[in-house]
């Protein structure tokens, strides 16, 4: 009897504690997505009620020509930039992590970038990469290499973009650094009378300690990627010649250009289901290869 | 205490061996700080120069007279409404930031503290909803908001706030499960409400995990643009991101590098005075959030 | 891009118009003593449109029972914040297509108010104002009044005298009716002042020949991307002519002054120089420039002494110009169309026009009485010169495609991405044309069906 009026009791204050997040749960989020799903198949100008058209915006998406040039845009962004990333930031947290002069200032200065983000990183690029007046082209031209339109190029804006892209490795590198030493020393030292050089000691204990910290990036890397659109409303409006259309570009210029709210919320919901099968798949694939202190067997 | 001995003992002699490997760490390291550092000292030298110095080409590495005047025709030009702008990025940050902390931690704490029916299927749903990518959802809340008559003001940047954020509620039940459950029997016993236990029990303890959550989600609400977009008309009401982003495009017919790099100088300042003077908890809000 | 971008598109007007009160409104004018209503006038957030906030005060005086309210988004989003107003049941009583989007996008969405059963009412007549019928009739369709002019811009050459002076060029003229002032002179003129180079301090080029949007060009050079028929049945092409030899002539002129003749700059240098949407003119590195006359508006900010002159004789004897002409628009959804009318007519008076030449900084007044004292507005420029140039444009002028074609953003958006390469350099014009031609048919299938 005490027992189930206490139990209802706590009921009470877990609901009134967690209510902040139920209401926006239900209003920003539950709700949008219901919504975009059913906006997804209608035609809809927010101007007239919208008009149902059943999978009419599915279809026309298949055949969209810049559906799948955004998604080629997208994915070609992110399966080089995010490995490449994350490599260079593991790297650059080995390094960091040796017992070598200057550690704190290396860390900083290669960290310190990334605390210029957003739209003054893109700015900022922009202006590295103008073709005449910019700092790129002028390092180029000690080696002899002609100007490179590179944002004002379809064939090198993406590669712009990846280039500025590993500006930012200073938030992965702090991210390894910390898992590095979090790699018990008494496991290492363990390898050391093993025998093994720095070479296996890293690959047998190392790697698989942060095998976690690199899964996790992995992720939110990929799923940050998929989102990118300051880049793209900042310095190349999608262009030139769509070449950095990305996805999330595409679907804001669907709904807010070109008032398409109905379309845009089709790509809205694919853009959802993508993120959640990437993830997901990531997860499933990790499990043969990430290692979980004191639960590989499980 | 032996392990340390041996362990110490056993580098010495390695430290003296291989010293060219660390010539050369350091020396990749130099370089590779020399072009991460580059271009911040394109951004500062441009911020610095003449309208005329900075079309120069090759640029010049350092300015030939420092036009800090860049700095005040910011705020000085009408047009520009850079103080204006800097200011709404500051009330949104400022708020944000309250509304995620107080409503997170109210969350959190429920979540952490109490077992009902449907909690643990509510806090799988805070942990899917990790994942939601804003722009699958920016439409229909675009929408909502434009219909509740708040288009062209701060609010929905902010209102979104004060019902917890699903990364952060997650941060702080997991420190608060760590607090141990003797300590709320010692308050309930002191007659203390459940309120109080969250207010003046919990909340004291969690000062450095509210530190992170607080620096992370000013950085997010501060680096924002696709809301602002969406949300925001009038100039005087943009916050930085959009109004540097419109100053580039429509203000001038040429394009002001110089009063561009000098607001992107002004707009890093506040990350940067963060990572200043709380070194430890940005470090540690990075590690855990992974966030940029 | 270029200075089309912001103004061009899309001339001011703004009026804006309130409302009686939606019962009562029973043709009582001006101050009946009846109840007090807001009227909003949605505008450019530039101060060539926000002027009209200073005008407002002596509207108000004038008429009691009516009050203005301003309100304002920036070019880029001018478009969606005027859609998201509508759909909030927040819409403007009076506006323009400041936006990408043109009258025929706005009309054929059904956003605008038929005003001619209050034009009649009022007995309103364009020669009150001053208005040529010829341009009252653009935004007339089946006879229906659905805006009124309230500022007219034409294309005009502006040329920099100080790059003129040191090549020893005579300045070229203002009158379109002198035949010797053609598009070749013109390039001859240009090579004389160009000097290409990959140093931007170094760089100068002859001429920007920024003649209409990039659909719009060949119109220039006597061919036509549309069908006739655009013009009359609301904007929808029903023929696309870019593979044609005509047309891809006409491309190849166009780029070839960037690549062949190499007198014009290319895309990298007028971004480097200003960025994505600004004007490299200003730069002083440019000698002649073919523009909107908004871009005359700023010519006080100039570093250097600017001249006005005829756009050249081109292979189209009829079409030198492109007109812009803003019309002021009531939204259908205006709860108050005569007081919002009362507000548009307010401001194309000969008095009020005059006064906003100058608070706008010289924006042309659609009245003609008026448009004397914008001719004078140029310092440094002599007013029978600009008057000369204007009136030679109007006899020679098109009114701008983004007005008159549905769609028109979109479209847009695909002539710029799709002409990019050709820009650059990385194609030929006829190569990207026939491909052109298929997306945009397909463009124009889904979007007008």
């Known amino acids: 009897m005490k027992q189930s009026r206490r139990r209802i009791r706590e009921g009470r204050y877990f609901y009134l504690f967690i209510s902040p997040w139920l209401v926006g749960f239900i209003a920003l989020a539950l709700f949008p997505v219901l919504a975009s799903f059913y906006y997804s198949f209608t035609e809809y100008d927010i101007i007239h009620a919208p008009q149902w058209i059943g999978l009419g915006n599915y279809r026309e998406l298949f055949r969209d020509e810049q559906f799948w040039n955004s998604i080629r845009v997208t994915v070609k962004y992110t399966v080089v930039s995010v490995p490449l990333t994350l490599v260079l930031s593991l790297l650059l947290a080995i390094l960091i992590n040796q017992k070598w002069p200057l550690r704190g200032f290396f860390r900083t200065a290669v960290y310190f970038p990334s605390m210029i983000s957003g739209v003054s990183m893109s700015l900022l690029w922009f202006w590295v990469f103008n073709p005449q007046a910019g700092l790129f082209n002028y390092v180029l031209s000690w080696f002899g290499i002609e100007p490179i339109h590179w944002l004002l190029d379809a064939k090198y804006a993406i590669w712009a973009l990846v280039i500025m892209s590993f500006w930012g490795v200073g938030t992965g590198m702090l991210i390894f650094l910390a898992g590095l030493q979090g790699v018990p020393s008494h496991l290492l030292e363990a390898a050391k009378l093993d025998g093994a050089g720095p070479l296996r000691s890293f690959r047998n204990v190392t790697l698989p300690m942060i095998s976690p910290v690199f899964l996790f990036q992995l992720i939110v890397g990929m799923i940050d990627s998929f989102q990118v659109f300051t880049q793209a409303y900042t310095i190349t409006q999608g262009g030139p010649s769509y070449s950095t259309w990305f996805y999330v570009y595409n679907i804001y210029v669907n709904a807010f250009k070109n008032f398409r709210y109905g379309y845009a919320s089709a790509l809205a919901w694919l853009l959802l289901v993508a993120v959640m099968v990437v993830t997901f798949a990531i997860m499933k694939a990790s499990n043969r290869y990430v290692y979980y202190e004191g639960g590989p067997s499980r | 205490m032996s392990e340390l001995t041996t362990s110490a003992a056993a580098c010495k002699p390695r430290r003296r061996g291989p010293k060219l490997s660390s010539v050369l760490g350091v020396a990749a390291l130099l370089i590779v700080t020399v072009i991460m550092l580059s271009p911040l000292w394109f951004m500062v030298a441009t911020a610095l120069k003449t309208t005329k110095e900075m079309l120069r080409f090759p640029p010049t590495v350092i300015p030939e007279q420092f036009a800090w005047g860049n700095f005040k025709e910011l705020f000085v030009n009408s047009e520009i409404k850079f103080g204006r702008q800097y200011m709404n990025s500051v009330i949104v940050a400022v708020f944000s930031v309250f ?194 | 891009m270029r200075g089309k971008g912001k103004w061009a598109t899309v001339p001011l007007g703004a009026a804006v118009l309130t409302a009686m009160t939606a019962t009562g409104c029973s043709g009582g004018g001006g101050g009946s003593g009846g109840e007090k209503v807001t009227i909003t006038h949605y505008t450019i957030d530039s101060p060539d449109r926000t002027f009209v906030e200073k005008l407002i005060p002596d509207f108000e005086k004038a008429h009691p029972n009516i009050k203005v309210k301003v309100t304002k988004a920036p070019y880029e989003q001018f478009d969606s914040k005027l859609q998201s107003a509508i759909a909030a049941k927040n819409a403007p009583d009076v506006t323009s297509h400041w936006g990408y989007g043109g009258f025929m996008e706005y009309y054929n969405k059904g956003m605008l108010m038929d005003l001619t059963p209050y034009l009649e009412e009022g007995g309103f007549k364009a020669s009150d104002y001053n208005i040529p019928d010829s341009v009252m009739d653009i935004y007339k369709v089946d006879g229906k009044t659905y805006g009124i002019p309230l500022n007219s811009y034409v294309t005009v050459m502006l040329y920099n005298k100080d790059l003129f002076d040191k090549a020893k060029l005579e300045y070229p003229p203002t009158d379109y009716e002198d035949k010797s002032w053609t598009f070749d002179k013109m390039v001859d003129y240009a090579k004389k002042m160009t000097v290409d180079s990959t140093n931007l301090a170094e760089a100068q080029y002859g001429v920007d020949f920024g003649w209409g949007e990039r659909d719009q060009r060949p119109q220039y050079f006597g061919a036509n991307v549309y069908s006739e028929d655009t013009w009359t049945n609301g904007g929808k092409p029903t023929e696309i002519n870019l593979s044609k030899p005509e ?69 189209n004897e009829k079409v030198r110009s492109v007109l812009y002409v803003d019309p002021l628009f009531v939204l259908k959804d205006s709860k108050h169309p005569k007081e919002a009318l009362e507000w548009i007519k307010y401001l194309i008076t000969t008095e009020v026009q005059e006064k906003s030449i100058e608070l706008s900084g010289g924006n042309p007044p659609v009245n003609q009485k008026a448009a004397e004292k914008y001719y004078s507005n140029f310092e440094g420029i002599d007013p029978e010169q600009i008057k000369q140039v204007y009136e030679g444009a109007f006899k020679y002028g098109f009114e701008s495609y983004n007005h008159l074609i549905s769609n028109y953003s979109q479209i847009n958006e695909l002539f710029i991405n799709e002409l990019a390469p050709v820009e650059n350099g990385d194609k030929k014009a006829e190569e990207v044309l026939p491909v052109i031609e298929e997306k945009l048919k397909k463009l124009l299938q889904r979007v007008n069906e």
């Open chain 2, 99 to 292: 509304g995620t902390v107080l409503s997170s931690s109210l969350v959190a704490f429920g979540f952490s503290r109490y077992r009902a029916k449907g909690s643990q299927v509510l806090f799988m749903l805070v942990l899917s909803t990790m994942m939601l990518p804003y722009p699958a959802i920016m439409i229909p809340q675009f929408l909502l908001f434009t219909k509740l008559g708040l288009h062209d003001s701060l609010l929905p940047l902010i209102l979104p706030n004060f019902v917890g954020s699903a990364y952060m509620i997650f941060l702080l039940r997991q420190f608060f499960s760590t607090l141990p459950a003797e300590l709320y029997d010692a308050g309930r016993i002191d007659g203390s409400g459940e309120f109080r236990l969250y207010w003046s029990l919990t909340l004291p303890l969690a000062g450095p995990v509210l530190a992170t959550v607080a620096i992370f989600t000013f950085i997010w609400s501060w680096n924002d643009l696709l809301a602002p977009v969406l949300y925001l008309d009038s100039q005087e009401n943009f916050t930085l991101p959009i109004g540097m982003a419109a100053m580039m495009s429509s203000k001038f017919r040429l394009a002001p590098w110089n009063l561009l790099m000098a607001a992107s100088i002004l707009a890093s300042i506040p990350i940067i005075l963060m990572f200043v003077v709380a070194q430890r908890r940005f470090v540690e809000g990075i590690v855990l959030t992974g966030m940029k």
């Open chain 3, 247 to 315: 047309t891809i002539d006409a491309y190849k002129k166009i780029y070839g002054l960037i690549w062949d003749q190499k007198v014009s700059p290319t895309a990298a240098f007028s971004k480097s120089v200003s960025g994505q949407f600004g004007d490299p003119f200003l730069s002083g590195k440019i000698g002649m420039s073919v523009v909107g006359s908004w871009s005359l508006a700023s010519a006080k900010d100039f570093s250097f002494n600017v001249g006005v002159a005829a756009v050249p004789q081109g292979p």
